[in-house]
């Protein structure tokens, strides 16, 4: 139980630094998606 500390804390800065990944490609994958002209987003 001594390590608990250094255990919890490093799974915090894992799964912050994906979160913060994560939303970083979802910022830059919707300013990119506004550049494209509507009628060749083929997602829409």
Request: aromatic share 12%.
């Amino acid at each position: 139980m001594e390590d608990l500390g250094f255990i919890l804390g490093s799974y915090i800065v894992t799964f912050g630094s994906i979160l913060l990944y994560v939303a970083s490609v979802v910022r830059r994958s919707r300013r990119a998606g506004r550049d494209i002209p509507r009628e060749e987003r083929p997602w829409t």
